[in-house]
Nanobody, 111 residues
């Protein structure tokens, strides 16, 4: 059973930075794609960033140039979020292969 454990998030002022991490356990092979989606009430989940096991990355248009996703071990990913804006406020969900999902972590950016 694959489990994703997220950490990070919290409250920050606009212009500040936060980081998130997500570690997958219960799997002995490299999960091809891991990353983050985010969701606000009444809205669909939107892609924040993905990274493949080979390091290929994909970012949502709204975060390009501000967020950086990285992968420093087999199945652990990190999301560095800089120049945060109030519109980045959401619950951020880690995913693995778009099949397994974390419980979500709140990111709140105050203006």
């Amino acid at each position: 059973q694959v489990q994703l454990v997220e950490s990070g998030g919290g409250l920050v002022q606009a212009g500040g930075s936060l980081s998130l991490s997500c570690a997958a356990s219960g799997v002995m092979f490299a999960i091809n794609s891991m990353g983050w989606y985010r969701q606000t009430p009444g809205q669909q989940r939107e892609l924040v960033a993905d990274i493949t096991s080979h390091g290929g990355t994909n970012y949502g248009d709204s975060v390009k140039g501000r967020f950086t996703i990285s992968r420093k071990s087999l199945n652990t990913v990190y999301l560095q979020m800089n120049s945060l804006k109030p519109e980045d406020t959401a619950v951020y969900f880690c995913h693995a292969a778009n099949r397994w999902w974390g419980q979500g972590t709140q990111v709140t950016v105050s203006s």
